[in-house]
């Protein structure tokens, strides 16, 4: 499998919004679930968010529901994570996986692989 590639990364204000993006040439794209997850110094890898292959089921962490909003692009090998009303304790590398699933429950073991990530800064 083709790693994936994030960016959009970057330095914002609290209150701010960043759009996140993942893509990737493997020509199997379409049939991976992709999921979008951060990781503190230190601290382990947290599930931020996942959406299945069709995008048909969505999954976001109770942390980032009704402030983040997936969205995915099958023809373009992309999938975005918009991320609004960004707070201090969303700083993180954000990675994006390739993954197998069709629901809950989401874990790391679900995803084989991962892009080398992005960084998000939120400053208060």
């Known amino acids: 499998q083709v790693p994936p590639v994030e960016s959009g990364g ?4 609290a209150g701010d919004s960043l759009t996140l993006s993942c893509t990737s040439s493997d020509p199997s794209f379409s049939s991976f679930a992709i ?7 230190g601290k382990e890898l947290d599930i931020v ?36 009303n960004l707070k201090s304790e969303d700083t993180a590398v954000y990675r994006c996986g390739l993954g197998f699933g069709w629901g809950e429950p ?9 892009g080398q990530g992005t960084q998000v800064t939120v400053s208060s």
């Open 35 to 41: 999921g979008w997850f951060r990781q503190e110094p």
């Open 49 to 84: 968010a996942v959406v299945t292959w069709d995008g048909g089921h969505q999954y976001y962490t109770e942390s980032v529901k009704g402030r983040f909003a997936l969205s995915r692009d099958n023809s373009n090998h992309t999938v975005l994570l918009r991320m609004n």
């Open 10 to 13: 970057g330095l914002v204000q």
């Open 106 to 114: 989401w874990s790391t073991g679900d995803f084989f692989s991962w």
